[in-house]
């Protein structure tokens, strides 16, 4: 079967350079397969994947002769070879991978010490970090070392009760995989409790036995997806207070262990991104900025988790909106984008979506608002932003706004009537943007300075109520509509209205 080329193309540009480096070094001691190499320097050199014709014919024309499939083929497997070595000495699973498949070597020429010795390295370092499975292979090759010894019975008994203990919790573990995996698809799908038949969609997995009693936790793995389900849960529901005292236990975990930050650097940075997202939503600024501290202090350890990284960055945009600082969050968007670039289909398509309504935001906080409109329209186009619901539905909001700011008034009834049809066809349609859509569908009509000011207020006290509903009450989130209203009744800027809020809670983030 041809490999798909796209496949290959993505997997090169995923690699950092160091990888690209080590895989050249590699592949030169083998001189008879150039070609893999020369493959590979006219994949890495495109800039943008388009077919492969191009890269074909340039691979003819230095490799003349050549089988371009097969050597395609060659080179992923190289490639994976290479990286599989690469970091078999960087990563703790690689690392006991390496001392496992030594046992298995060195005990098939009965050199029994030897052996011990290398199942020793695999079994403290499994058992230091949890990985049960590379754990039970080790036991089972001593086991086998050990055939025909006889042994203390005192020690026959203690491996016999490590080896149960291993199984217990990794069956225990796998339990916890299995929830978090199918919390995860929920949590994709719904994201914040906006209606009873979703809290109650939640409230199956939350209500398992495994996650009400902390003691049914067997392991600290267990116990840090355990944490993170419920942070999760209790950051859907906006009870965020909750959301970062369970974050902040696997912060806690991890730390509290010597070499846990590195060996789950990627749990670590996602619940040091969980507990700055929480704070973000108390408003808790000056906790937040010793976090994200923390986060400048990982040094990731793969590309993975400095995606990671990347996307928390968002975060730190969302606060500056936060207190009105939109000049300080409309700065930090053009290095986000080219970050995007770098990172080319690794990040998530919820984060490029908040990315550009962030943008977009920061134009309208400065009352650029055709610049502002130019970001939705990105965000509105991208495909597969829509499944990004939430976001979405704001964006339209916002945008139907800003065009009512710019006084398009034609333009604002042709696009009420198709957001109209969009958001009652959604399974629910939730009173505040119901709300938000009426105003604007009467303010579009209203001529009188007095008469509108008067509408805008009535709408700001309907706003305030339905905002009392826990389903209601994270919509201010996505935008400050009631800052907006205040400034329209008071004639402010939209800015000014933003910073007194800010001022008035005593927060400060800078």
């Given at each position: 079967m041809k490999r798909n080329f796209n496949s290959l193309f993505l997997f090169i540009k995923s690699m950092s350079k160091s990888e690209k480096r080590y895989f050249k070094l590699y592949s030169s001691a083998f001189k008879k397969d150039t070609q893999l190499i020369r493959l590979f320097d006219i994949i890495e050199r495109e800039k943008a994947y388009e077919d492969e014709v191009r890269v074909l014919s340039k691979?003819?024309?230095v490799c003349k002769g050549k089988?371009?499939?097969?050597?395609?083929?060659?080179?992923?497997?190289?490639?994976?070879?290479?990286l599989r070595i690469y970091h078999s000495g960087i990563s703790a699973e690689g690392r006991i991978n390496s001392f496992i498949n030594n046992a298995q070597l060195l005990l098939q020429k009965r050199l029994f010490d030897e052996c011990a010795v290398e199942l020793e390295k695999a079994i403290l370092l499994a058992e230091e970090g949890e990985f049960f499975l590379l754990l039970l292979q080790a036991f089972e090759i001593e086991a086998r070392m050990n055939l025909g010894k006889e042994l203390p019975e005192q020690e026959i008994?203690?491996?016999?009760s490590a080896k149960e203990d291993a199984i217990l919790k990794?069956?225990?573990?796998?339990?916890?995989?299995?929830?978090?995996?199918?919390?995860?698809?929920?949590?994709?799908?719904?994201?914040?409790?906006?209606?009873?038949?979703?809290?109650?969609?939640?409230?199956?997995?939350?209500?398992?036995?495994?996650?009400?009693?902390?003691?049914?936790?067997?392991?600290?793995?267990?116990?840090?997806?355990?944490?993170n389900i419920l942070c999760s849960y209790y950051f859907a529901k906006c009870d965020f207070e909750n959301g970062y005292l369970q974050a902040k236990n696997v912060m806690l975990e991890i730390e509290s262990r010597p070499g846990f930050e590195t060996l789950f650097q990627r749990k670590y940075v996602s619940a040091i991104g969980n507990a700055i997202k929480c704070l973000l939503y108390l408003r808790q600024y000056d906790k937040m900025k010793i976090i994200i501290e923390k986060l400048k202090l990982v040094k990731p350890v793969d590309k993975d988790i400095a995606i990671r990284k990347f996307e928390l960055k968002t975060v730190e945009v969302s606060a500056l909106l936060d207190v009105g600082d939109f000049k300080a969050a409309l700065a930090m968007i053009p290095q986000m984008e080219e970050e995007l670039k770098i990172y080319f289909g690794k990040v998530e398509m919820k984060n490029q979506v908040i990315i550009l309504f962030h943008a977009a935001l920061a134009n309208f906080g400065l009352e650029k608002y055709s610049e502002s409109i130019k970001w939705l329209n990105r965000l509105l186009h991208l495909p597969g932003a829509e499944k990004n619901s939430d976001i979405y539905y704001f964006a339209q909001l916002a945008n139907l706004i800003l065009h009512y700011e710019k006084s398009n008034i034609e333009h604002v009834e042709y696009k009420m009537r198709s957001i109209y049809k969009y958001f009652y066809t959604r399974q629910s349609s939730f009173k505040f943007e119901s709300l938000i859509l009426q105003l604007i569908k009467e303010a579009i009509y209203v001529n009188d300075q007095k008469e509108l000011i008067a509408l805008f207020a009535d709408y700001k006290i309907k706003l305030e109520r339905v905002l009392k509903d826990p389903f209601e009450k994270i919509a201010i989130e996505y935008f400050d509509i009631i800052s907006?209203?205040?400034?329209?009744?008071?004639?402010?800027?939209?800015?000014?209205?933003?910073?007194?809020?800010?001022t008035s809670s005593a927060i400060h983030l800078r």
């Open positions: 691979f003819r024309s089988d371009f499939y097969g050597t395609k083929k060659k080179l992923y497997e190289q490639l994976m070879r290479s008994v203690r491996k016999e990794y069956r225990n573990y796998s339990k916890y995989l299995s929830l978090e995996s199918a919390f995860a698809t929920m949590y994709y799908k719904y994201s914040f409790i906006r209606s009873e038949q979703t809290e109650f969609i939640y409230s199956e997995i939350i209500s398992s036995p495994f996650i009400k009693d902390s003691s049914m936790a067997l392991s600290a793995r267990s116990r840090m997806i355990r944490s907006w209203l205040e400034s329209k009744i008071e004639g402010k800027s939209f800015a000014d209205c933003v910073r007194r809020k800010a």
